[in-house]
């Protein structure tokens, strides 16, 4: 039978660039039936919401997930901040579909390897933040709220089940990679981190093989930006984690070029997921043929190896990218001197002529 996917393109470049995942699954000869459903922007403006109840009852119903991006200067002011499609969107999906775990592998791609900012770019980058993506400030409980015109407090909450499962989820990736772990929080000021690195040590009991070590989240970012090589799995809470997988992304030079997946159970064994890239919606270049598709297609693999049981296409897929950027094609963002500049769905085409 074939495996069911609910595409969510969303807004800005969203929708250009999911157009080139599907063009890429459907040529990997993956078995796949597609259904896309409204989110964010696009669905406020056809629904009044932007997050219909349809979509979640679709995203249930199938096996992953495929999401562009969502929000725009169009959504930004809209009151309440619920029918914005981060806080009113996005937010609520990760949450009401139970994706507590956030994958973003930064890696460095051989074609691209003069393309990070940092001066020790030439160290090969390959790293995956494990972000915890439904708890914490984010989502604590009283609720964000302004008080007066001059006071507004945010809560951070998390309990130990949900540190403990996180810390599992990157405890395994970590076997399947070098067993070493990085776990990054602020347990030199905040009582969250106190529990999570406490949590965190007695997780390791259970992973002897799998060294672990504590980092405050300040001097995480300045080591990588320092060297971001030494890296391997870091392991983290939902907002550090927003911002810590945004510095090592860019530290590969590539953003538009980096995937993830949210998970709902631990990585290793076959499970429900939502993919999307980690760049935004990008609204300044929608619609021009300028969006890079490659971090679409990107997570479109990971789609195919975490909750499709399909690792052969996305090897397949994988390879594809890399062929295409060896033959210097470059979309906008990535184009330099002697390379060729290609538009979004030329890239997808560049990317299903190199399927082998
Ligand atoms: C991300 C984004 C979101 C987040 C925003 C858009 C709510 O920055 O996925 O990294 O902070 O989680
Ligand atoms: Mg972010």
Redesign the pocket.
């Known amino acids: 039978m074939a495996w069911k996917v609910t595409v969510l393109p969303g807004d800005g470049i969203g929708p250009e660039v999911t157009d080139e995942a599907v063009k890429v699954l459907k040529a990997s000869g993956a078995d796949i039936e597609f259904e896309f459903a409204l989110v964010g922007g696009a669905a406020y403006d056809a629904s009044g919401h932007p997050l219909p109840e349809e979509t979640v009852e679709a995203c249930k119903r199938c096996d992953a997930v495929l999401m562009g991006a969502v929000?725009g200067p169009r959504w930004d002011k809209l009151e309440p901040v619920t029918l914005r499609p981060?806080v009113g969107a996005?937010?609520p999906l990760r949450r009401e579909l139970g994706l507590f775990a956030n994958l973003r592998p930064a890696k460095t791609m051989e074609a691209l390897v003069h393309a990070s900012p940092l001066k020790d770019g030439r160290n090969l980058i390959d790293l995956v933040v494990v972000r915890e993506l439904t708890g914490g400030i984010y989502f604590g409980t009283p609720r964000g709220r302004r008080d007066d015109g001059n006071t507004a407090f945010d809560t951070c909450v998390y309990s130990r089940d949900e540190v403990r499962r996180i810390a599992e989820c990157g405890f395994q990736i970590a076997r399947t990679r070098s067993n070493r772990i990085v776990s990054v929080d602020k347990a030199n000021v905040l009582e969250t981190s106190r529990l999570w690195r406490e949590v965190v040590e007695e997780t390791a009991g259970v992973y002897q093989d799998v060294s672990l070590s504590h980092l405050l989240v300040d001097n995480c970012a300045m080591q990588i930006v320092r060297d971001p090589s030494q890296f391997d799995v870091i392991l983290t809470e939902n907002m550090f984690g927003?911002i810590l997988?945004d510095i090592a992304s860019m530290a590969t030079g590539s953003l538009g070029l980096l995937p993830s997946a949210s998970l709902g159970s631990a990585a290793g064994t076959r499970t429900f997921g939502l993919y999307e890239p980690?760049h935004?919606s990008a609204p300044d270049i929608a619609g021009q043929g300028r969006a890079n598709p490659l971090a679409m297609i990107l997570s479109a693999a990971m789609m195919l190896r975490h909750s499709l049981d399909s690792a052969d296409h996305a090897d397949r897929i994988e390879n594809a990218v890399e062929s295409a950027l060896c033959e210097r094609l470059r979309t906008a963002d990535i184009f330099e001197n002697d390379t060729k500049l290609v538009t979004t769905s030329e890239m997808g085409d560049a990317v299903v002529a190199k399927l082998v």
Request: aromatic share 0%.
């Open positions: 929000g981060e996005l937010l927003d997988s980690v935004g």
